[in-house]
Antibody
Framework: DVQLVESGGGLVQPGGSLRLSCAAS????????MHWVRQAPGKGLVWVSR????????TYADSVKGRFTISRDNAKNTLYLQMNSLTAEDTAVYYC?????????WGQGTLVTVSS | DIVMTQSPDSLAVSLGERATINCKSS????????????LAWYQQKPGQPPKLLIY???TRESGVPDRFSGSGSGTDFTLTISSLQAEDVAVYYC?????????FGGGTKVEIK
């Protein structure tokens, strides 16, 4: 079974940084495009970023471009999201998502709270 | 960006009755080279991640009850729950993966009448 386990969330002050991780198992991680999607409390789903299989191609939502960096370590089956210059608007549950053949697998998410 | 517009925002249906949710995309999500609609439907319950119900607009994910069905093509899509059960109370989202940024509808809250 596909498993995606996010970690690294928590409380951070405005302007601070945080690095999220997503440990993947149950599928061939190195063959999968991966995404981050977030959901602010009580709000809808918003796509954040994606990376291709070997890290050559990355894409970002305009709202995070220049502040967030997606990366992956295929040897460790892990996806990352480095988040800098955080603001209150970045407060959300962050989901790691695997894209494969038209369907998508989601992790349980990790909560990031930006507050002083 | 492709804008996904869902309707209604909320829906109250009696147990055993049909629930219908609509989703309209601002441009076609039908890829002509493979004739596939890059459209998915999710169910989300409080405190849980979204659960994939339907992809390619009408392909039911493994394990999803057959009372859930998806239809439509191009820009207009529908999720139908043929006979609403108590466990179907949730928020439902449509999602286009035709291009980036991937975008989602605003959600439809389904409740029991």
């Amino acid at each position: 079974d596909v498993q995606l386990v996010e970690s690294g969330g928590g409380l951070v002050q405005p302007g601070g940084s945080l690095r999220l991780s997503c440990a993947a198992s149950g599928f061939t991680f190195s063959s999968s495009w991966m995404h981050w999607v977030r959901q602010a409390p009580g709000k809808g789903l918003v796509w954040v970023s994606r990376m291709d299989t070997d890290g050559t191609t990355t894409t970002y939502a305009d709202s995070v471009k220049g502040r967030f960096t997606i990366s992956r370590d295929n040897a460790k089956n892990t996806l990352y999201l480095q988040m800098n210059s955080l603001t209150a608007e970045d407060t959300a549950v962050y989901y790691c998502v695997r894209a494969g053949g038209g369907n998508f697998d989601w992790g349980q998410g990790t909560l990031v709270t930006v507050s002083s | 960006d492709i804008v996904m517009t869902q309707s209604p925002d909320s829906l109250a249906v009696s147990l055993g009755e049909r629930a219908t949710i609509n989703c309209k995309s601002s441009q076609s999500v039908l890829y002509s080279s493979n004739n596939k609609n890059y459209l998915a439907w999710y169910q989300q319950k409080p405190g849980q991640p979204p659960k994939l119900l339907i992809y390619w607009a009408s392909t039911r994910e493994s394990g999803v009850p057959d009372r859930f069905s998806g239809s439509g093509s191009g820009t207009d899509f529908t999720l139908t729950i043929s006979s609403l059960q108590a466990e179907d109370v949730a928020v439902y989202y449509c999602h286009q993966y035709y291009n980036t940024p991937l975008t989602f509808g605003g959600g439809t809250k389904v409740e029991i009448k």
